[in-house]
C-alpha cells in the first residue's frame, strides 16, 4: 500500500479547497466544490472524489470557465426559481439554491430550479440527498457532453445523462439513487482506463459502431445507454428537460462550444422539490415515511437485495473514523498544485 | 384473415363505450374508457385496445369497482390538486383533471396532480399527450399489482410502474414516451400467452426464481425490471411517488387488499406538468421548441434512430382511413356483453 496515501476526511476537504484555490477558485468556490469531493470521499465514490479536482483545475485553465463568478437568482413564477452560475462550477449554485427550494416546495408543495451556465463535473447526489435531509422529496437532471448514441445510433448525441432522486426517510440517510442514463457513468470509463482494465461489454461502441471492451476505444467512440431504448428515452428527457426547457444547451451544443478547450460541460441542470405532506389531505409526513419504510421492508425480506446507496452510507459510517486512502500520485498532482 | 373482424374507429368506439355500458358502467365512465381504448387501436397499441375490454369488464363483476363514481377534486395547495376516483376507473378522472392542472401549471409553471382510489388498467400516454398538446410539459407514473422481482430479488414487490414523459412539438404530435419499468409489460407477456407464443429471455423468472421463457411460468412468478438495478430505481420511485406520497398503496398492498378478486390495480397515480414558457427568462416558448426541433434533428440525421412513440404516429396517419382489425374471437366476447 506504499503507492497510496491515507487521509483523514478533514484532510481531503483541506487539500482540495488548498488546491482549488492555488489554482485560482474563489474561496466560495473552492469551499463548495471541496464539500462535494469529500462528500464523495466520504461515501467511498471515488470517482467524484479528490481524482476530480484536476478536472476542475484543467477547466479553469483553459479559461471559459469563471474561478469566482457569484451566482443569481431569480423569480420566473413563485413556484419556479432561475439561478445563472456565469460559467462557474455548479456546487456553490446549489448550495445557495437549496433553502430558497426547499421554502417554495413548502409553500406551493411542488417547486422548480432551473440553473443555466454552470460548468458541472459533480454527482447529482449532494444536491437531492441535501433537500431530502429536509423532508423533501427531490429530482435533479443533467446533460453533458455528447458521449452517448442515441437508440438505433453509432454516434454519440447525449451526454451521460444523470438522473438523482432522494426520497426523505427519519432517523436515517434518505433513499437516494443517481444513475447515468448511459451504461456506465463515464468516471467509471476514465477509472478503468487509469487502472488499464478493459471495461464490460455493453458500456461502448468504438468510432467504427463496433462493440468493444477498450475503454480509450469506448472513450473516443460512444456510451451506450442502459437498458436499450427504454434508457435512451431517459437519457432524451434529460437533454429536453436540462437543455431546451430551461434555457440551456443540449450535450452536443455544450461540445461544439468547448470545442475540446475545457473537456467539461458547461449547461443547464433542472431540479424538482415536492413537499410530501403537502401531497396528502392531511398533510402527515411521518404516516407517509412510516408507510414507505414498509415498502422498504417489503424489499429487503428477500436475500441478495439492498436499497440504491446502502453502499455509500455503509461506507459513511466508516470513513469519519477510518479515514480514506487515494493514490500516491494523485497526492502528488495536488500537492504539486498546492506547493506549485 | 378470416379469423379476424374489420372495424372502423367509430366503430371501436362504438362496440367499447356499446359493450361497457351493457355491463354496467355509466355513460361518462363508458366514455371515457371507450376514447382510451379507441385511441389505442388508433395508435395500433393492441394491449391496450379492445383487448383491455373484457378486463374492464371481470373487474366490474368482481363488485369492487364502482361503475359510476364521480371523481372529487380538491386543491392541497394552489399548485398542487387532488382527485379522488372512488375507487372508479381512471379515465374519467384524468380527462376531467387535464384542465385544472393545465391552469395551475401556468399559473405557477410547475403543478402536481395526485389521483388516489384509482383503478387503472390503461396506458399513461393519453394523459402526457393531451397536455403536451396544450403546450406543457408531462410526466406520469402509477404502481400496480406485485408482479416485478426488486433488485437481487426472486419475487414480485413492483408493479410494472410505467412512468410517461411528453415534450410539446408545434404543429405535429408531441415527443411521448409511456414505458414500463419492467422489462415489457404485462399486456405484452398476456398478448405471447393468449398468441401461444414464448417470450424472450430477460423478462420473467418463474415461481422458482429461474429465467423463464414460457408465458404462463413468468407470469405466475415474477417479471424482472429492464436494465438491470437501474430500471429496479426507476420502479422504487414510482412506487414512492404514486404511493406514499399521494397516500396511496404500494403494489404490494394493492395485491393484498384485492386479494385475487379484480385482478386489476387500485391505486393512485401522480402527474407533474410544466409550462416551458414559465422555465425561461423571456418566455418564449416558440423559441424552445424550436431548440427541441434541433436535437431531434440531430438524432435522426443517424441512420437506424427513430423517436420514441413515432411507430404509434404512423399508425395513426393511416387507422383513422383504413381502420384496424380484432381477433374474431374477442369480437364475438363483445358481442356478447352488448347482446346478453
Redesign the interface.
Known amino acids: 500500500m506504499n503507492d497510496r496515501v491515507h487521509l483523514t476526511l478533514d484532510e481531503v476537504h483541506g487539500i482540495a479547497s488548498e488546491a482549488l484555490r492555488a489554482k485560482g477558485f474563489s474561496e466560495r468556490h473552492a469551499g463548495a466544490i471541496a464539500d462535494t469531493v469529500t462528500a464523495a470521499e466520504r461515501d467511498e465514490c471515488t470517482s467524484h472524489g479528490l481524482f476530480r479536482i484536476p478536472f476542475y483545475v484543467k477547466a479553469l485553465q483553459a479559461a471559459n470557465v469563471s474561478p469566482d463568478a457569484e451566482p443569481t437568482f ?1 423569480d ?5 426559481l ?1 439561478a445563472d452560475s456565469h460559467f462557474g462550477f455548479a456546487p456553490l449554485t446549489l448550495q445557495l439554491a437549496a433553502g430558497p427550494l426547499e421554502k417554495r416546495s413548502r ?6 430550479l ?1 440553473i443555466v451556465n454552470a460548468y458541472n463535473v459533480a454527482a447529482l447526489w449532494p444536491e437531492v440527498e441535501r433537500l431530502a435531509e429536509r423532508g423533501l ?1 427531490a429530482f435533479a437532471f443533467t446533460a453533458a457532453l455528447q458521449y452517448v ?7 454519440p ?1 447525449y451526454g451521460t445523462n444523470p438522473m438523482a ?1 432522494a ?1 426523505p426517510r427519519a432517523g436515517r440517510p434518505p ?1 437516494v ?1 443517481d ?1 447515468a442514463s448511459s451504461a456506465s457513468a463515464r468516471g467509471e470509463i476514465q477509472i478503468h482506463l487509469r487502472d488499464g482494465k478493459s471495461i464490460p461489454e455493453g458500456w461502448a461502441i468504438g468510432p467504427d459502431g463496433e462493440p468493444t471492451t477498450d475503454p480509450a476505444t469506448g472513450l473516443a467512440g460512444a456510451q451506450l445507454p ?6 435512451a ?2 437519457a ?2 434529460v ?3 436540462a ?5 440551456d444547451v ?1 450535450s ?2 455544450a461540445t461544439e462550444r468547448d470545442a475540446g478547450k475545457v473537456g467539461a460541460p458547461c449547461g443547464g441542470e433542472f431540479m ?1 422539490a ?1 413537499d ?1 405532506a ?5 398533510g402527515n409526513r411521518d404516516a ?2 412510516a ?2 419504510e ?2 422498504f421492508a ?2 429487503l425480506e ?7 446507496s446502502d453502499r455509500r452510507f455503509r461506507a459513511r459510517e466508516r470513513t469519519p473514523a477510518e479515514g480514506v486512502t487515494i493514490p500516491k500520485s494523485l497526492h502528488d498532482t495536488l500537492r504539486e498544485y498546492i506547493d506549485g
Open positions: 431569480r420566473l413564477t413563485p413556484a419556479v432561475q409553500e406551493f408543495g411542488i417547486a422548480a432551473c422529496v448514441a442515441p437508440a438505433g445510433g453509432t454516434k448525441v432522486f426520497w433513499l439513487f444513475q442502459f437498458g436499450g431504448y427504454k434508457g428515452a431517459i432524451l428527457m437533454e429536453l428537460l437543455g431546451a426547457l430551461i434555457g443540449f452536443f451544443e424538482i415536492i410530501p403537502r401531497c396528502v389531505g392531511d407517509q415515511l408507510h414507505s414498509k415498502l417489503k424489499i428477500q436475500d441478495g437485495t439492498r436499497l440504491p
